[in-house]
Every structure is written in structure tokens, then in C-alpha cells.
């Protein structure tokens, strides 16, 4: 079954301690996008400017990424920069440019409203709402956001909490959005508020999974050599919202997302190893395979399947 990713499609400049690389493939439907075709067909949703490096178009239809609903907006593609600290966590923003995406409308070719599985990536909440608008009820509808919308857009956020049966954030946002210190209750209150399933990212540390009456801890693959943090979470979500695609056949239970977890984790390690999306292009599902195979076995996880 297919998934439709709708988000931010970005041209971005990373620096870390030791490197600086501009103008790269970023933004969050560009990450999931790719890390969920490692699973499913998948229908992206996103603006770009006519700036949008004809290379890069061709790299997301070589990952078989449906395109029908790319819009073309005559200006420049959305620009973002960040910065990251020594300890490879901490990032701070450099500047933004919102050019074509500051009008961006989500809007969906017929074809897509019938799609099963939906990720809505790293957009405005009203946007995320705007696309299950035009929707048939999905079978499952997955909402990722940031601090920003927490700030800005609360209630928006809070009307499409409503409508999703599962939120991913980081311990931050989790914090922030609830006012809680504790995860185990942040991940429990945003559990009142709509989706029936929570994902708690931690970074270097893993996630943590809720759900009513039921919780999983999944450590993060260890890696020795971060060069870009950029995207991670996005290619989490993507990894995750493509495995349900590929494998949930009846109603998604607590059991495939534990697996769909892990498989996330896998996919945001692979990406974390080059900047921008360069280890996603190279990656096969052989090596997916194996790194979820040896991350099972380390972590003590029965490979659920
Ligand atoms: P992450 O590392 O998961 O926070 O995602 C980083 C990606 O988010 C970058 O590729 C940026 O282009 C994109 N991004 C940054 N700010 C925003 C925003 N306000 N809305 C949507 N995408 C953004």
C-alpha cells in the first residue's frame, strides 16, 4: 500500500564542527519521502522554485517517488540553515528564507484521496489539516511538528491532534507542548488529546513508544562517526510510516509499530552518516536488512515480522 508525505522540500546549508555544505537536498517531506520508499510507493506532496536543481527531481523519480502532486512556484526554493554544536545535538537555526513555500497549498491529485497511509511531515498544522481535508478517512494518519507550530499555532496543532492516530516529536517538543518534565507522563497526556499512539524521539538515545496501556523503549543503533544530524527525524518517520505501509495489512496494531520503531531507528542511522540525503542514495535494502537484523540481536529485540 502506498503512503502520501507531505512537508517541506529545502535547500539547506549544514554546518558542523568539522564541515560546511550548502544548497544541499533537505526539508522534512524530502527526507521521509526517500527513507519511505525503501518500503512503499510513495506520493509526495510539496513546493518547489524554479531555482530546484533538475537533479534533484530526478533522484526522487529514481526512488520511484510519485511527483503528480510537486508544485512548481515561480521564485525561489524555501532556504534553511543550521548549525550545529560539538556534541552533534544541539542545533542552532542560521536563518530561514520561506520564498515559494510562504503560499504553499497542499493540494492532492484525485488519485491520492484514497491513499492508506498518510505522513504528514514537518509543515504548519493548518497545512497537515488542510491535506486530510481532502481526504477519504486514511487508514492511518501520522502528524510530525516542531517547536515552532508548539509557539505559533497551538491550536491548530491541538484541532489536528483530533484527527491522527499517531504524533511524533522529540523529548523537547514533548516537554514544551505539555508541560511536563517527565516523558513517561508527556507521552501519556498527549495521549488525552487525540492520537491514539505517541513517539517520543530522543536523539542519540532512541525513542519511546505509547500507546494506551502499552509502552516500548527502543535505543538509538550505535554509530561512531555522526557527520550530519540533519533530517534524522524525518527519515524515522518515513522508515516507520513506510514499514506499516509495506507489511500492516488488517488494522495497525501495537506490535507493528514496535517493529515499525526499529526500522525507523535504522533508517535516520543510515542517514545521519552523510550530510543531506547522499547516504540515502546509496543504500540498499540489504543493508537495511542487515542493520535491523544486528540491531534486533543487540538490543535484545525479538525481529518481529
Ligand atoms: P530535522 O533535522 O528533523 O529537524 O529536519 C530538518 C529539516 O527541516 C531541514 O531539511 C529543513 O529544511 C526543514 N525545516 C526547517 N525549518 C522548517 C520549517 N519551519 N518548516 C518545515 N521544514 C523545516
Known amino acids: 500500500m502506498s503512503v502520501l508525505v507531505v512537508g517541506s522540500i529545502a535547500l539547506d546549508t549544514v554546518k558542523t564542527p568539522v564541515e560546511e555544505h550548502a544548497d ?8 521521509a519521502a526517500v527513507s519511505a520508499s525503501f518500503f512503499a510507493p510513495v506520493q509526495l506532496i510539496g513546493v518547489v522554485g524554479d531555482d530546484f536543481p533538475p537533479e534533484h527531481v530526478q533522484f526522487l523519480e529514481k526512488r520511484n517517488i510519485d511527483l503528480a502532486g510537486l ?10 540553515s543550521g548549525e550545529y ?18 503560499h504553499f497549498t497542499p493540494e492532492l491529485p484525485a488519485a491520492y484521496q484514497q491513499t492508506p497511509f498518510v505522513l504528514l511531515a ?11 481535508d481532502q481526504m477519504s478517512r486514511p487508514k492511518f494518519v501520522i502528524a510530525d511538528t516542531m517547536d515552532l507550530w508548539i509557539n505559533i ?27 511536563e518534565t517527565s516523558l513517561v507522563k508527556a507521552g501519556r497526556k498527549i495521549l488525552t488529546m487525540g492520537p491514539r499512539y505517541v513517539a517520543i524521539k530522543k536523539g542519540e538515545h532512541g525513542c519511546l513508544l505509547f500507546g494506551e496501556n502499552e509502552f516500548f523503549s527502543c535505543g538509538a543503533y550505535p554509530l561512531e562517526d555522526i557527520h550530519d544530524p540533519t533530517g534524522a527525524g524525518d527519515t524515522f518517520a518515513g522508515g ?3 514499514y506499516l505501509a509495506k ?6 496494531q501495537f506490535q507493528d509499530l514496535k517493529s515499525a520503531v526499529v526500522f525507523g531507528s535504522v533508517m535516520a542511522s543510515y542517514n545521519v552518516e552523510a550530510f543531506s540525503l547522499e547516504r540515502l542514495r546509496t543504500l ?22
Not at 544541499?24 to 527526507?31: D, I
Not at 540489504?286 to 544486528?294: L, N, P
Request: neutral net charge; contains cysteine.
Open 71 to 80: 508544485q512548481r512556484a515561480a521564485g525561489k526554493t524555501f532556504r534553511w
Open 24 to 31: 544541499l537536498l533537505g526539508g522534512s517531506a524530502s527526507y
Open 85 to 102: 554544536m560539538w556534541d552533534m545535538n544541539t542545533r542552532e537555526t542560521r536563518s530561514v528564507e520561506l520564498n515559494v513555500f510562504e
Open 240 to 242: 516507520l510510516a513506510g
Open 284 to 305: 540498499s535494502d540489504a543493508d537495511v536488512e542487515k542493520r535491523y537484523g544486528s540491531f534486533c540481536l543487540m538490543s535484545q529485540f525479538e525481529v518481529i515480522k
Open 247 to 252: 507489511n500492516v495489512h488488517g488494522p495497525v
Open 122 to 132: 514537518n509543515i504548519a498544522p493548518s497545512l497537515q489539516s488542510h491535506v486530510l
Open 153 to 179: 499555532a497551538r491550536a491548530d496543532l491541538e484541532a489536528l491532534l483530533k484527527r491522527v492516530d499517531m504524533l511524533i516529536l522529540n523529548d523537547s517538543e514533548a516537554r514544551q507542548f505539555t508541560g
